[in-house]
């Protein structure tokens, strides 16, 4: 079967998450201002989510201690909808005493990657979501869950698809209603994606479910059109590729946001993200930080920079 009869969305929503996914991964300390300066030109892309910060222990991630701070000095960037990783109940009230009005939790598909991450089981740390939704609630504040290494642990291989559906139950009996599958450390196929994803349609239809792809081994862009084709429209993306996995050592980020506007506007998905823009302010990302996590728009530029045809070429016939 070709792709001629391919129906695709015709719209995506992309969550911009190097504010925190791009910013944890690097060592040296990024300045507050210039945090906020990245954020500033992030938000000049047309982008209409961002994930800004992480409100975790300021020991455990130094480079997000100054949370509080990012949030409020971007407060006038109004248009565009922030969201905040948190762990727990103290990270959740920071979060909200800040401003925040949409955390994510997070949370291992494996009890091998919790364990290493938030020392207890995947079950033990969803138990302990309740209070962070009851504070939510009361204070009118969104909550969309997470399973971190959904597609495969590097620990202990390919999950179990029951083990997936339990967790996304329990989510379900929380009542949250947006659950982001990661790709943590590049081990998903587009296979894969596409027959988990028509599993959990299936099972749970009042779900929405967002991809969080990583590139580690090249198959995030193939596994985004699987999420496509399966009606998934959320995604996350970090410009420049930044962020990695710090139990993938030496794996590239997550798939860079130029380079997946590129790819659904070549096939007429509307982001709603101006793409020159996107590529200018990676560029500009790169020349703050000093590098980039890997962006193919970076390297090779747009389909739509055509170059000059060569002048005088003399046909040769035969």
Same mark, same amino acid.
């Given at each position: 079967?070709?792709?001629?009869?391919?129906?695709?969305?015709?719209?995506?929503? +992309? =969550?911009?998450v190097a504010p925190r996914d791009g910013f944890q991964a690097e060592n040296?300390?990024?300045?507050?201002?210039?945090?906020?300066?990245i954020i500033k030109k992030l938000a000049s892309t047309g982008v209409q989510s961002m994930e800004i910060t992480s409100f975790v222990h300021p020991k455990a991630i130094p480079q997000l201690r100054d949370a509080e701070e990012v949030v409020i000095k971007s407060q006038e960037?109004? *248009?565009?909808?922030?969201?905040?990783?948190?762990?727990?109940?103290?990270? %959740?009230?920071? %979060?909200?005493?800040?401003? $925040? &009005?949409?955390?994510?939790?997070?949370?291992?598909?494996? *009890?091998? /990657?919790?364990?290493?991450? %938030?020392? =207890?089981?995947?079950?033990?740390a969803q138990k302990g979501f309740s209070p962070i939704v009851e504070l939510a609630e009361k204070h009118g504040v969104k909550v969309?869950?997470? $399973?971190?290494?959904?597609?495969? =642990?590097?620990?202990?291989?390919?999950?179990?698809?029951?083990?997936?559906?339990? +967790?996304?139950?329990?989510?379900?009996?929380?009542? +949250?209603?947006?659950?982001?599958? %990661? *790709?943590?450390?590049?081990?998903?196929?587009?296979?894969?994606?596409? *027959?988990?994803?028509?599993?959990?349609?299936?099972?749970?239809?009042g779900m929405t479910f967002s991809m969080h792809l990583h590139n580690t081994r090249g198959m995030a862009i193939a596994n985004a059109i699987a999420a496509l084709q399966q009606g998934v429209i959320h995604f996350d993306s970090s410009i420049a590729g930044l962020g990695g996995c710090p139990y993938a050592p030496g794996a590239s980020g997550n798939i860079a946001t130029e380079d997946l506007v590129h790819t659904f506007s070549e096939m007429g998905i509307e982001t709603g993200m101006n793409l020159d823009r996107l590529i200018q302010v990676a560029k500009e990302v790169k020349g703050i930080l000093g590098h980039d996590g890997g962006s193919f728009m970076l390297q090779a530029g747009p389909n739509? /920079?055509? /170059?000059? &045809?060569?002048?005088?070429?003399?046909k040769i016939e035969g």
């Amino acid at each position: 079967m070709g792709m001629k009869g391919l129906t695709l969305p015709q719209k995506a929503i +992309i =969550c911009e998450v190097a504010p925190r996914d791009g910013f944890q991964a690097e060592n040296e300390w990024i300045p507050t201002e210039q945090k906020i300066e990245i954020i500033k030109k992030l938000a000049s892309t047309g982008v209409q989510s961002m994930e800004i910060t992480s409100f975790v222990h300021p020991k455990a991630i130094p480079q997000l201690r100054d949370a509080e701070e990012v949030v409020i000095k971007s407060q006038e960037l109004s *248009d565009i909808k922030f969201r905040a990783l948190v762990p727990n109940v103290r990270g %959740a009230q920071r %979060a909200i005493d800040a401003g $925040i &009005k949409k955390l994510k939790l997070m949370l291992s598909a494996t *009890d091998s /990657h919790s364990l290493s991450n %938030a020392n =207890c089981t995947t079950e033990e740390a969803q138990k302990g979501f309740s209070p962070i939704v009851e504070l939510a609630e009361k204070h009118g504040v969104k909550v969309g869950g997470s $399973i971190s290494v959904a597609f495969g =642990c590097p620990y202990e291989g390919v999950v179990p698809q029951e083990r997936i559906n339990d +967790i996304v139950t329990r989510y379900m009996n929380l009542g +949250i209603e947006e659950v982001s599958l %990661a *790709d943590t450390t590049g081990m998903a196929n587009p296979k894969q994606v596409y *027959d988990m994803l028509g599993k959990l349609k299936g099972i749970y239809p009042g779900m929405t479910f967002s991809m969080h792809l990583h590139n580690t081994r090249g198959m995030a862009i193939a596994n985004a059109i699987a999420a496509l084709q399966q009606g998934v429209i959320h995604f996350d993306s970090s410009i420049a590729g930044l962020g990695g996995c710090p139990y993938a050592p030496g794996a590239s980020g997550n798939i860079a946001t130029e380079d997946l506007v590129h790819t659904f506007s070549e096939m007429g998905i509307e982001t709603g993200m101006n793409l020159d823009r996107l590529i200018q302010v990676a560029k500009e990302v790169k020349g703050i930080l000093g590098h980039d996590g890997g962006s193919f728009m970076l390297q090779a530029g747009p389909n739509s /920079h055509l /170059h000059e &045809k060569p002048e005088g070429q003399v046909k040769i016939e035969g």
